[in-house]
C-alpha cells in the first residue's frame, strides 16, 4: 500500500533562516506530487505541484521553492523565511493524470511552521 | 466571490444526530466533487468521492451533488465523537487534482 510521509511535523524558525520540508512517498512509482498551504478559515492554497524529476510548477508567486531530486521525493525550501510564511503546510501525490481517480490526493500529515 | 463556499462553522451536536455539511459553488463546469477529513493537526483523508449528480452512501455517509442548485452536502448519520473533525468538500472540473477548489472547511464537534 503507499504511505505519504512528511517531516518535520512541528518547527519553529527565526525570520531571515532557511526552510527545508521533506516529503517522501512509498509504494507507487512516478506519482504527481503536491505542497499545498492551509490557513485558518482559508482552506487550501495549491503552492507546487510536479509530474517528475526536476519538473516543478508554481502555482503562486512567494518567497518558497520545491524541489524534487527523486522520483518519489519533494521537498519545500525557503532561503530567508518572513512571518507570513508561518502556517500548516501539506504534502500529497496523487496518481498521474488519465487514472482513474487521478484527482484523488493523498496528503501527508502536515508540518507547522511558526516563523518568529 | 470565493469559487467554492463552505460555512466554517464551529458546529456542535449532540452524539447521535444527524449532521448536514454543504457546500455551494459558482463554477457550473465541476463535475467530480470530493468530501475530506481533518483531524486536528493531521492532514486531510479522502471521505467520499462522487461524479456528476446523484447520491452515493458510506455506512453512515451520504454524499448528495445538485448541480442545477450548485450545491453538494454531507450528511452524517448517527454522529459520534470520533467525527469530531474539519469536513472540507473539494471539486474539479476534469480528472486532473492540480485542478481541484477546497473550500475553507467546516470544524465539526460532536458531543458525548
Known amino acids: 500500500s503507499q504511505t505519504i510521509h512528511q517531516w518535520p511535523a512541528t518547527l519553529v524558525q527565526p525570520v531571515g533562516s532557511p526552510l527545508s520540508l521533506e516529503c517522501t512517498v512509498e509504494g507507487t512509482s512516478n506519482p504527481n506530487l503536491y505542497w499545498y498551504r492551509q490557513a485558518a478559515g482559508r482552506g487550501l492554497q495549491l503552492l507546487f505541484y510536479?509530474?517528475?524529476?526536476?519538473?516543478i510548477s508554481s502555482e503562486v508567486p512567494q518567497n518558497l521553492s520545491a524541489s524534487r531530486p527523486q522520483d518519489r521525493q519533494f521537498i519545500l525550501s525557503s532561503k530567508k523565511l518572513l512571518l507570513s510564511d508561518s502556517g500548516f503546510y501539506l504534502c500529497?501525490?496523487?496518481?498521474?493524470?488519465?487514472?482513474?481517480?487521478?484527482?484523488?490526493?493523498?496528503f501527508g500529515a502536515g508540518s507547522r511552521l511558526t516563523v518568529l | 466571490q470565493k469559487e467554492v463556499e463552505q460555512d466554517p462553522g464551529p458546529l456542535s451536536v449532540p452524539e447521535g444526530a444527524i449532521v448536514s455539511l454543504n457546500c455551494t459553488y459558482s463554477?457550473?463546469?465541476?463535475?467530480?466533487f470530493m468530501w475530506y477529513r481533518q483531524y486536528s493537526r493531521k492532514g486531510p483523508e479522502l471521505l467520499m468521492y462522487t461524479y456528476s449528480s446523484g447520491n452515493k452512501e458510506d455506512g453512515r455517509f451520504t454524499a448528495q451533488v445538485d448541480k442545477s442548485s450548485k450545491y453538494i452536502s454531507l450528511f452524517i448519520r448517527d454522529s459520534q465523537p470520533s467525527d469530531s473533525a474539519t469536513y472540507l468538500c473539494a471539486m474539479s472540473e476534469k480528472g486532473s487534482a492540480r485542478q481541484l477548489t477546497f473550500g475553507s472547511g467546516t470544524q465539526l464537534t460532536v458531543l458525548p
Open positions: 510536479s509530474v517528475g524529476i526536476g519538473q
Open positions: 500529497a501525490w496523487s496518481l498521474t493524470g488519465g487514472y482513474s481517480g487521478a484527482n484523488v490526493l493523498t
Open positions: 463554477n457550473s463546469a465541476f463535475q467530480y
